[in-house]
Structures are given as structure tokens and as C-alpha cells.
């Protein structure tokens, strides 16, 4: 569908704080992980898809005044954690700022050497492929190197 002429984004003004808030509503399995100087960064990715079987892509948004993604993107590589329905609390540790984010949080290195969380239902071991600003987030895409369906059994995401 093309789109229109008429512009309606000046007539429609979105409080942020209602907008954030409405968003967060959206449940999220996915840890995005890496490890600069033996330090494991990580936090959870609200918007995480898809974007091509061949090359493997998948793209992740992430706020471009993000603390941990300037570690992300000097290490040039991350991987994607899809948690289990088990680990809401993983996903909600790593959703906060300050604190020591990986207290009590089970991992190892991944063969790129991203943090992977154990029992974790699968994980996607990636390499940064493009990077596009898009407001106040930044559009990541990774090419996917290696991946791991093993743990999934018959845990829930």
C-alpha cells in the first residue's frame, strides 16, 4: 500500500511516558549479551525480529543512549538469549539499570565469546552486520554465526 500524502504526524502528539508505558506491556524473552575486557553486558531487547533466512539476519532495536550498547558495538558481536517462561526473572534483572545486573545469573561463553544464560531456550551467536539510527533507537542487524536449539525441549518461551 502506498503511502499517503497527507502527513497526520503533526496533528497527533504521543505523550512519551504513556507511549513507554504502553509498549512495556510487551512481554520479552530475549537477553542480548556480549563480553568486553571479561565483563558480561547484557539487557533485555524489546523489539528483537527477523530479517533474513539467507544470509541469516536478525535485527534488534536498542536506545541510542543505551549504556550497554557502546560495549556491544566495540566487541562487534553479540548473542541473542530466547528465555524460557522459568527465567521472567533473568529477563527482569537484566531490564534494570546500576545494579550488578549478573548477580546469581548462571552463564558461559558462547564460541564467539558472548555470555550465553544457561537454560536458556535457544541462543544465536551473532556478528554485528549494519547498524541504522531510527529516531532516538538505533536498528542493529547481526549476521547469525551459530546457534543452539539443544536446551528447548519442552520449556515454554
Sequence with gaps: M????????ADTTI????FREALGHFASGIII???VDDEPIGFTCQSFYSVSMNPPLVSFSVKASSFS???????ERFAVNILS???????????MRGADKWQGIDWRLS?????????????????????HPA????????EVMELNLDVAGTARP
Design 69 to 75: 550498547y557502546p560495549k556491544i558495538r566495540q566487541a
Design 33 to 35: 549479551t556480549t563480553q
Design 15 to 18: 505523550d512519551p511516558t504513556s
Design 135 to 142: 529516531g532516538d533507537h538505533l536498528i542493529v542487524i547481526g
Design 85 to 95: 517462561s522459568e527465567q521472567s526473572h533473568v529477563s527482569n534483572q537484566l531490564a
Design 111 to 131: 564460541p564467539l565469546g558472548n555470555p550465553v544464560i544457561n537454560d536458556s531456550l535457544h541462543w544465536l551467536d551473532c556478528k554485528i552486520h549494519a547498524e
Design 2 to 9: 502506498p503511502l499517503s500524502d497527507t502527513d497526520t504526524s
